[in-house]
């Protein structure tokens, strides 16, 4: 149960006013501070999503609770976005960034700001935070970036393992279109909201044609990626993850790179959410209060114990059954003084068996879950065992008290304890022995927690590209019919496994749709001679670690009106038997209609649809369309926006088509189509 806190050691004010930028453009802001004559320190919340409506409730949360405590808290949305002069552009880019300094640098020279300066967000606000800490403006002394990403190209929503992330890159690039299309709002943006927003629509460009055209990790990731550059970050850095969010392993590459005397890193068992946030799963923590005495020991100097908590609190989830809804999770946390920690082992594991061919119908993958879990329903991965079928399996077993325990496929016991938990924390990795059937393809590695039962959880995956398998930078073809190695990493994670179950090993050659299919089929041949998993075997230790309970600021008073809609489902799974068709419709009720305290109806919608035959990679195609509708009653300000985005391919390229229908009122205002084919060069 998260407090409402409404008493603060400040009383508080907020205004909205518009931050200049160097060419003129004015960026919109919205402004907390104390009421008091003293300077204080600004702390940056910097992205895209419209702080009129989108983010509002959210803002509210934890903007007021910074400023009751001293501190002037400001949410800004970067250009072309929102109430925000200018026109959008590409995730990131040099632009967004270079704006981002100029309103740090431009806070530090208020009369109301000490010259202190830090930076918050989540996932894209995250994300930037790292970028512009990169760039070193001097006020910015410390950040705190949550469920973010230092790595675009490896891991972010575009590419993984080097093949197209077909469940994160067509629908990122589909929201991003619709989000880029919405006007700015006449209550705050005046008489010339409308010439604002023709003028953006005259500039809407779709982003996936240039994320497509980019296949390899080239220039155009590397360029502002802090994977690169974590050497030139001088702000101090709180790192926090979530084991069901995808982008966890910022975290672990921050605390291991960067100087242990400005960095912490947190891992909980959360979702793509704040941690002190509802949406299961949980338990959440007193994130706030956390960030808090961050912010009072890099920006005011302020002589706590902040630095001396360990380098890193992880939480190790229990096994768990499998379930695609997040509840309150079973587990404990524990903590690490550096890393690679001295408590984690990494032990390899021979595979074992005779070769086997692994050629996955193409709709492997269906059971993998959202790619973005955001605590909605059918977030989570059902039951693994489908998915194991159509896998090559390997399995360890945890050894009971008294010894023994059965021989898995894979053979051999893990672990050297007899009756005890098998702890992992870590990225686990595989080597494995590979010939290739075809020139293109890709390997999928999952290790899953299998109950005596037989249920399978899934734990944690991770993918290569088969022409990656040099590198992300370059794409080779397979050479068909010689044996290679292929080694790669699967997403880091906190896990015990318990006695008298089974560690397995699922290898697939297929994973649709969280990975766009290669064009040719065949899979390929696994031998378990020469093929392991290593494991992160971590010691266990006794832990003390303690957050506070979650509080948040007074709630903004956002009601959401009743319908008498019929509820669709969250994630439908959808079989053509005489086709040979699967069809995943992914169509989470995102907010539905809220209606704001200034009047503000805002509604949006969105469902995904991915579609597959089972036996035809070239038939794979996705399919986004958004709905969204800003309406004012007291003023009659009704705008509606449409979009459509599709992908399909051949075995030479990409199709994309993209459309987008603006209306205000009954006005068709914007209506344009656009039409891509972009070469499959590895991707």
Request: aromatic share 8%; proline share 8%.
């Amino acid at each position: 149960m998260t407090k409402i806190r409404t008493d603060f050691p400040y009383d508080t004010r907020h205004e909205d006013l518009r931050i200049p930028l160097p060419d003129g453009t004015g960026l919109y802001a919205r402004v907390w501070r104390p009421l008091t004559d003293t300077p204080v320190p600004a702390l940056l919340e910097y992205l895209p999503y419209r702080l009129t409506d989108r983010t509002a409730a959210r803002d509210w949360q934890r903007h007021p609770w910074y400023a009751g405590h001293g501190y002037a808290s400001v949410r800004v949305d970067v250009r072309g976005h929102g109430n925000s002069e200018g026109l959008p552009g590409d995730a990131y880019d040099a632009v967004e960034l270079a704006d981002g300094v100029a309103v740090v640098e431009w806070l530090a020279a208020q009369t109301w700001c000490d010259g202190n300066v830090g930076m918050l967000g989540i996932g894209w606000g995250g994300s930037n935070s790292l970028r512009i800490a990169a760039l070193a403006p001097a006020p910015l002394k410390a950040v705190v970036t949550v469920c973010s990403t230092d790595d675009r190209y490896d891991d972010g929503t575009y590419y993984l393992g080097g093949s197209v992330l077909a469940a994160g890159m067509p629908a990122w690039a589909a929201t991003l279109l619709a989000f880029a299309a919405r006007p700015p709002d006449p209550r705050y943006a005046g008489e010339k909201w409308r010439a604002m927003w023709l003028e953006r629509l005259a500039a809407l460009r779709p982003f996936l044609p240039t994320w497509l055209a980019h296949q390899t990790r080239d220039d155009y990731w590397r360029r502002g990626n802090v994977r690169e550059s974590h050497s030139a970050i001088r702000a101090a850095v709180l790192a926090v993850g979530g084991r069901h969010d995808p982008y966890r392993d910022t975290v672990l590459r921050l605390v291991e790179h960067l100087p242990q005397d400005r960095v912490r890193g947190i891992i909980g068992p959360w979702s793509h959410q704040y941690p002190d946030r509802g949406p299961t799963p949980g338990p959440a923590i007193g994130f706030l209060q956390e960030t808090l005495r961050w912010w009072d020991h890099h920006l005011k100097g302020v002589d706590n114990d902040v630095m001396a908590e360990p380098l890193l609190r992880s939480w190790i989830s229990a096994s768990h059954p499998p379930a695609t809804v997040g509840e309150e999770s079973a587990g404990r946390w524990v903590t690490d003084p550096a890393w690679p920690s001295p408590h984690v082992t990494p032990v390899a594991y021979a595979l074992r068996g005779v070769p086997v061919v692994v050629d996955s119908p193409q709709h492997t993958g269906l059971d993998a879950g959202r790619f973005l879990p955001c605590g909605d329903d059918g977030d989570l991965p059902p039951d693994q065992r489908a998915e194991d079928a159509y896998s090559a399996c390997f399995d360890f077993p945890v050894p009971e008290a008294g010894g023994g325990g059965e021989a898995g496929w894979g053979g051999g016991e893990v672990g050297d304890r007899h009756g005890a938990a098998i702890e992992i924390l870590g990225r686990p990795a595989v080597r494995l022995s590979l010939r290739a059937h075809a020139p293109t393809g890709q390997v999928v590695a999952r290790l899953c927690d299998v109950a005596p039962d037989g249920t399978s959880t899934l734990v944690t995956r991770g993918a290569l590209n088969l022409s990656a398998r040099y590198g992300r930078d370059r794409a080779v073809e397979a050479d068909v019919g010689a044996w290679e190695d292929y080694v790669f990493e699967l997403s880091g994670i906190g896990h015990a496994f318990p006695p008298g179950h089974r560690i397995r090993l699922a290898v697939s050659s297929a994973y649709w749709p969280w990975l766009w299919p290669q064009p040719d089929t065949g899979g390929f041949t696994l031998d378990p001679a020469g093929s392991s998993l290593t494991l992160p075997l971590r010691a266990r230790t006794e832990d003390a670690v303690e957050f506070g309970e979650p509080e948040q600021a007074a709630p903004l008073g956002v009601s959401r009106p009743a319908t008498l809609e019929e509820p669709r489902p969250e994630r439908l799974v959808v079989r053509d038997v005489a086709r040979g068709e699967w069809r995943l419709e992914d169509g989470p009720r995102r907010a539905g209609t809220r209606v704001h305290p200034d009047g503000l109806e805002f509604t949006e919608d969105a469902v995904e649809t991915y579609t597959i035959g089972e036996k035809d990679p070239l038939s794979a195609r996705t399919r986004s369309r958004w709905s969204i509708r800003l309406h004012r009653p007291e003023t009659a300000w009704d705008v509606r926006i449409e979009t459509r985005s599709e992908i399909t391919c051949d075995a030479d390229a990409f199709l994309t088509s993209d459309e987008v229908v603006c209306r205000e009122g009954e006005e068709v205002v914007f209506h344009r189509t656009w039409e891509e084919r972009i070469p499959r060069t590895a991707g």
